[in-house]
């Protein structure tokens, strides 16, 4: 397929989604005057006798791109339904479709008329880096005391490589009682891809005793900076290092990227986590739609299921 290197997020790019999901992604495309000017791509994945399209792991959003569009706003948003339309249009036949789309994406009526369902998630954004003095100010207390807890005992550096990543991270997994979703392998693939094209950072928080007490995974675009994964050591949760990594973090984003984009979560610990850093909340959307009974019947039934286990 051709590399579309198109303005958008790292999400969207044809290399990143050869490294998460190779093989099983295309993408719906509308070009005028030889020039694409809108996209969407698509995970495409069959479970028994079900076609989905869904999303991949360690992908927080895809949904369509579109190129900026001339004219008044209402001759904009015309527009701009009949390119989504066309989009929607050319999604091969489906049982189940599920997108989170980017947050700068506010527009989904055209999605709404061909039947799908919308449901609001909230992110958590510094949309201006350019200040870090704001930044910094915007923290609460706690989190400010958190990173200067974190600077007396532990150094920060970004040179111990993925695996040392994978073992934190799946401690913290450990930690839930839940297996992570993918493996080291993905977790190479993504990485590689990234550090091909200088777009990933891993930070990591180690103490005198070469103790690795947290460490965080970066990856970022020309617009935005994105907390991917991370991972800490249950035992050694007290010292502070995930806030003084995310500053960090934060720091160097600003040096390549203009916002800092903490992606989700949804969990109340880790909102309130996030949303002590002085980020915005920041809405985003889940497009949805079922076409099959089954897969509808069964979807049914596994809530049922939980409804009745938490009963």
């Known amino acids: 397929m051709t590399d579309h290197t198109l303005p958008g997020s790292i999400f969207v790019q044809d290399w990143w989604l050869d490294a998460v999901a190779p093989g099983q992604w295309d993408a719906a495309t509308v070009a005028e ?9 698509y995970i495409l994945r069959r479970h028994r006798s079900l076609t989905l399209l869904d999303m991949p792991l360690l992908t927080p959003h895809l949904g369509p791109w579109l190129a900026p569009l001339p004219g008044k706003y209402a001759t904009r948003l015309s527009r701009e339904h009949q390119l989504l339309d066309a989009l929607i249009q050319q999604l091969p036949s489906f049982d189940f479709f599920s997108q989170r789309f980017h947050h700068r994406i506010t527009n989904w009526l055209p999605f709404h008329w061909q039947g799908f369902q919308q449901t609001t998630y909230y992110t ?11 930044v910094w100010d915007a923290f609460r207390p706690s989190i400010k005391r958190a990173v200067r807890k974190a600077q007396k005992q532990v150094i ?17 997994f450990q930690r839930q009682n839940m297996n992570a979703p993918y493996d080291l392998a993905y977790l190479t693939s993504i990485d590689a891809a990234c550090a091909q094209r200088n777009q990933r950072r891993i930070f990591f928080a180690e103490d005198a005793r070469g103790r690795i007490h947290a460490a965080l995974y970066l990856v970022w675009d020309d617009q935005s900076a994105y907390y991917l994964m991370g991972g800490n050591d249950p035992e050694l949760q007290n010292s ?16 390549v990227s203009r916002s800092f984009d903490f992606e989700g979560s949804m969990i109340p610990g880790v909102e309130r986590f996030f949303r002590s850093f002085g980020a915005r909340q920041t809405p985003y959307f889940r497009i949805t739609k079922v076409n099959s009974l089954a897969f509808r019947m069964r979807r049914d039934l596994r809530s049922w299921r939980q409804m009745f286990r938490k009963s």
């Open 33 to 41: 005057n030889g020039r694409v000017i809108a996209r969407m791509p």
């Open 124 to 134: 958590y954004v510094i949309e201006d880096l350019e200040n870090l003095d704001q």
């Open 240 to 255: 502070g290092a995930p806030s003084l990594l995310l500053w960090e973090a934060i720091q160097f984003a600003s040096t």
């Open 156 to 172: 920060v550096r970004d040179d111990l490589g993925l695996e040392a990543l994978w073992r934190l991270n799946q401690l913290t």
